[in-house]
């Protein structure tokens, strides 16, 4: 069972060797080196919208909320580097794998060789498994918490709007189809518009955000993305 409580969460918790002794910065430097290197491997044929770029841009977000949040960061930064190594694999067959569960699974040998204890080895593996937290897998230690807003911030605000359009872009689908009603479209298909994206997904991430610094963030990110969009209708229908 993953605890979030007692040492876990401190700032301040040394890097653990497997014998329980505290490992030096140097070793817990090049381990984090050699996590990152790993998972930008996994990413050579990854598309744009969710590629590299966003593992690196969640990254930094979670080194500004993680802080915040009291967060053992020697989990996290691992685990943001780690956390959708399985995407290529989802994007290869159309969503039919889900990419937190295979990039787990992925993750294992590459998590348990590292100078960190098991409990902590352990909750790197549960922030990958439940990043994407639908139905199952809820994200149950302050780490996994911090990481799944890291990642939903990314998909919200300029960036998300961004990244909305370019995802389109990958589909051959339009900037907006008035003509179909976004929330009968399907995903992964020419009707997936920029607009789709931000009216069936976007618009409702900010109400799932699980900590304070994450709720904060989201909420200037998604009044910036409601005025956008609200000026993107009124210029698409020749208005302004
Ligand atoms: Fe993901
Ligand atoms: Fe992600």
Known sequence: MLSHKKGLNSKSDPL????????DRKVAEQALARVKAFARRCFDKASGSHGWDHTLRVFRLCEMLGPAENADMNVLRAAAYLHD???PVQDACDGAVCHAAKGAQMAEPMVYSLP?????????IHCIRSHRFRNHHKP?????????DADKLDAIGAVGVARAFLFAGELGARLHNPDLDAEKTRPYSVDDTGYREFKVKLCKIK???????GRKWARAR????????????AEYEGKR
């Open 222 to 233: 998604h009044a910036f993305m409601e005025d956008f969009f609200n000026r993107f209708l």
């Open 16 to 23: 653990k060797r497997s014998d329980g002794q505290p490992t």
């Open 207 to 213: 109400a799932r955000m699980l900590t304070t610094a």
């Open 116 to 124: 960190l204890s098991n409990e902590q080895q352990q909750n790197i």
């Open 140 to 148: 149950a230690t302050i780490e996994a918490r911090v990481l799944f």
């Open 85 to 87: 190594i399985g995407r």
